[in-house]
């Protein structure tokens, strides 16, 4: 068994910014020379998540919409500047795993690994993918 490990920086434009991965964790898969295995995905920020959803206009919307109206931005908290950013974060998952098989990320039908900014500013941000298999 092999591990293959790749950090990838990325500029976001502040809060709620989705950035698309998926084709950029294909390419680490190439890159790796792996074949079958796990894919493992992190984003080690205390105000950054990773959401394995359908990357579509609407539903970025929704998403926006969604993370606004349960977690407001605006509203009374004790932590200064973004608590909101981090009550966010708390409710989705910093990391995902997706299987590879026969060299391809098994992504599902409509599936893409995108990052959700959840801080108040622009930040650039690492993206961990270690891929472990043979």
């Known amino acids: 068994m092999k591990i293959y490990n790749e950090t990838l920086t990325i500029s976001t434009k502040g ?10 964790i294909q ?3 190439t890159k790796s020379k792996t074949k079958n295995g796990l894919i493992h995905v ?4 205390a105000t950054g ?13 929704d998403i926006r919409q969604t993370l606004n109206k349960l977690v407001p931005r605006d509203a009374p908290y004790e932590h200064p500047d973004n608590a909101h ?5 708390m409710l989705l998952s910093p990391s995902k795993t997706i299987p590879l098989i ?7 039908t409509w599936q893409n690994l995108f990052f959700i900014e959840v801080d108040t500013h622009p930040r650039h941000r690492q993206i ?3 891929i ?3």
Do not use: C, M, W
């Not at 809060?15 to 950029?24: E, R, S």
């Open 49 to 61: 998540i990773l959401v394995l959803t359908e990357y579509e206009s609407g539903l970025l919307t």
């Open 85 to 89: 950013a981090h009550l966010r974060s």
């Open 102 to 108: 026969n060299g391809q990320a098994a992504f599902g």
């Open 27 to 29: 390419e680490a898969v």
């Open 15 to 24: 809060d709620i910014d989705f950035i698309d991965l998926t084709d950029k």
């Open 132 to 134: 472990i298999g043979e």
């Open 128 to 130: 961990i993918i270690q």
């Open 42 to 45: 992190f984003a080690p920020h």
